[in-house]
């Protein structure tokens, strides 16, 4: 009876539940069957309509500014939801409550917050308050700069960059002081072939670390009739690869190895036995310089990356036209096309770069390096400048071939490089792949072309020689005098006067020379050795032009007198050219011969030569007196001194054969490089005491012939 009861009492108990469900659910209103009991709701960062988070994620701001946080929430159907709660707080430096906002009719939430004066970046969190709903959290990254930020990243970039072009420099320049001689060589001995002259063009770029230098090196190669001008257009061609290496080295991150670079490029720069060790360390040391030079720029753009206005110049570069304006000018700026691909990858580097807007940035750089051809053939040869024109024609030519077809050439660089397509907006891929993908596009084009135009060189070469036709022209020194002014020769006297200061800054040049010759010997410093050979081409140039000068001088109706001046002042022009020719024709490659034997001289010779030095530069200090005062008394002290001077050397030279019979091991080693220089001594004294003996001799006979003034006895 019991058990009845209980089953009956649980009846009635469910038939009531029953009907109240039934009635609740007959309450609700028929356009809400749809919606589930709780909304699953997703939190995000709001975005433009271009595409750019305007949440404040990665946005940078200034220290002690107000900024605004957002928050994006969004149902299943990803429609934005009003009147949601959302609460922001600070994690990171520091843990700090913003507060709670509601989102409004746009699905936004919003709240402000202050940067702090000591910390880099803030890190905040945006949460739903119901705990219930989907991907309710939301993360965001805040880099705060200092008010000088801008500053001190120019401050960077301009000491990144100039770190960035002295390594390279000296890695060049390096490279070329020990094999640009042979580099010379191969050039001019193996360009008949163009398939031949492509693979030495880019050898030789690929040591000398420049397609500039290569290109100026066939330009002063043909304006000097070493090489044709079609034999230029298969190096130029190869040139062009060979620089493509400096790419894919930079591309290689070794930036956290720099400063070890730099460490062992000093130490065999500075604790080298030989000069091979330490060209070797230069070309290290330029290398670390290079790396370290990169690591400073990236760090100095590193605010870039969340700059808006520099980020929307550089989604700009991706117009071809713009971006190969840049690249052009820039590199045209720096006369550097491996100097401005450096920088394109650092961008890269920092993810702020994508491939569509690199590759026009190559094609401007490979355009901009043809102006230091350019410059370099201002006043060379028709034919030199011919070699400037086909360079800049071969990149022009190509860059329009290939304008048109960017879109494919990111995408074969993309099917063959490391990361393949990279969105735009993702950084960390960006700047992990697009280093190599970028030095890639630059292999890919100048490999391309070389491809491309070896085929028709001998067609693209007429086709130069049409545009720069031969014409009748005059030489032009390299080196012009500061004091000939043509207008002065109808005024002889003045034009003497115009001639013998320009004589005088002649001789000037000549004892500085003299000064820096000796310390290849005695300091096995080299590098003055080129400096030398310059100034001797400068010589050169002055000796011709004030000669010519002075032959239009004698030209005109002067007394016999100042035909005589013009005499003294050609044979006094001469000798300068003299002493300079023994200083570059003997000093220079005995210097070199010195150094490869890799034995110093004894501290006696060396004692010796200082000595016989100083007397040297004596006597063509008080040549350039006596010239300069027209003092008969210098000039006799001069050919006095000179008879002193050559028997000085012969005790000298005697006192060098007793060291090579005591078997002095150092003096039997140096012993023809010894006598040999210090035979080129006496040569450059005897020169001197001949401006001395040119003056008193033209005295002498202008006072036999009674025609000239008593000059200076002081």
């Not at 000093?266 to 360390?281: A, D, P």
């Not at 490869?596 to 501290?603: N, P, R, T």
């Not at 012939?705 to 002081?714: L, Q, S």
């Amino acid at each position: 009876m019991i058990k009845l009861r209980t089953r009956l009492l649980l009846l009635l108990v469910a038939s009531v539940v029953t009907t109240a469900t039934f009635a609740t659910a007959q309450e609700t209103p028929a356009a809400h069957d749809d919606l589930p009991a709780t909304p699953v709701l997703k939190l995000t960062h709001p975005i433009d309509d271009q595409g750019h988070s305007i949440s404040g994620n990665g946005a940078s701001v200034f220290t002690h500014e107000e900024a605004e946080l957002r928050a994006l929430v969004l149902d299943s159907a990803s429609h934005p939801v009003a009147g949601v709660a959302v609460e922001f707080s600070q994690v990171a430096p520091r843990e700090i409550q913003l507060g709670t906002d509601w989102t409004d009719e746009s699905g936004i939430a919003t709240v402000t917050f202050q940067a702090s004066n000591k910390d880099k970046e803030h890190t905040f969190v945006a949460l739903i308050k119901d705990s219930t709903v989907a991907e309710g959290r939301i993360v965001y990254h805040v880099p705060v700069r200092k008010s000088t930020w801008v500053m001190f990243m120019i401050f960077g970039l301009a000491g990144g960059l100039g770190l960035f072009l002295f390594g390279m420099d000296m890695m060049s320049t390096s490279l070329q002081r020990s094999a640009g001689g042979r580099m010379r060589s191969i050039l001019g001995t193996l360009t008949a072939n163009r398939y031949l002259g492509a693979a030495v063009g880019a050898f030789v770029t690929m040591v000398i670390q420049s397609s500039s230098a290569t290109t100026v090196m066939l330009v002063s190669f043909v304006q000097a009739q070493l090489m044709t001008f079609g034999q230029t257009l298969g190096v130029i061609l190869g040139a062009d690869i060979g620089t493509t290496i400096t790419a894919q080295l930079i591309a290689f991150k070794l930036t956290d190895y720099a400063l070890l670079m730099i460490a062992i490029g000093f130490g065999m720069k500075y604790m080298g036995r030989n000069q091979s060790w330490r060209n070797l360390g230069d070309v290290t040391l330029g290398f670390g310089l290079l790396f370290f030079g990169m690591a400073v720029m990236s760090r100095a753009m590193y605010p870039l990356r969340s700059y808006r206005p520099f980020l929307d110049l550089l989604g700009g570069l991706e117009n071809p036209i713009f971006g190969i304006m840049v690249g052009t000018v820039f590199t045209a700026l720096i006369q550097s096309s491996s100097a401005f691909t450096g920088i394109i990858i650092v961008l890269a580097q920092q993810g702020l770069l994508t491939l569509d807007a690199g590759i026009p940035l190559i094609f401007g750089a490979n355009i901009g390096t043809c102006v230091t051809a350019a410059l370099a053939s201002l006043n060379a040869s028709r034919e030199a400048k011919r070699v400037a024109l086909a360079h800049t024609l071969f990149k022009v030519v190509g860059v329009l071939l290939l304008v048109f077809w960017i879109p494919e050439l990111a995408n074969l660089v993309r099917s063959i490089s490391p990361g393949g397509a990279i969105a735009s907006d993702d950084t960390t891929q960006l700047a992990r792949f697009m280093p190599r993908q970028v030095a890639n596009a630059h292999t890919i084009f100048n490999v391309g072309l070389a491809l491309v135009f070896l085929p028709f060189t001998s067609l693209f070469g007429r086709l130069v020689q049409r545009l720069l036709p031969d014409v009748e022209e005059v030489a032009e020194a390299r080196y012009r005098p500061q004091f000939l002014e043509p207008n002065m020769l109808q005024t002889p006297v003045l034009a003497l006067n115009l001639a013998k200061v320009e004589i005088l800054r002649m001789g000037e040049i000549v004892k500085d020379m003299a000064t820096m010759a000796i310390r290849p010997f005695l300091e096995a410093d080299l590098k003055i050795l080129d400096e030398l050979h310059e100034r001797e081409v400068e010589i050169d140039d002055l000796d011709e032009q004030i000669t010519a000068y002075l032959i239009d001088i004698g030209k005109q109706n002067i007394s016999k007198e100042q035909i005589e001046e013009v005499y003294l002042m050609m044979h006094v022009t001469k000798l300068y050219e003299f002493i300079a020719d023994i200083i570059d024709k003997e000093l220079r490659p005995l210097a070199h011969k010195k150094a490869a034997l890799g034995v110093d001289f004894s501290e006696s010779g060396k004692a010796e030569m200082k000595a016989y030095h100083i007397k040297m530069l004596k006597q063509i200090a008080r040549g350039l007196d006596a010239f300069r005062e027209n003092s008969l008394e210098t000039a006799k002290k001069i050919t006095a001194k000179q008879a002193k001077y050559v028997a000085l050397e012969g005790d000298f030279r005697h006192a060098h054969f007793e060291r090579v019979s005591g078997a002095v091991p150092e003096s039997l080693v140096t012993s023809e490089v010894h006598l040999s220089l210090m035979d080129n001594l006496r040569k450059m004294n005897s020169h001197s005491a001949d401006i001395a003996r040119a003056m008193l001799t033209r005295y002498e006979v202008a006072l036999n012939g009674h025609d000239i003034d008593e000059p200076n006895h002081e």
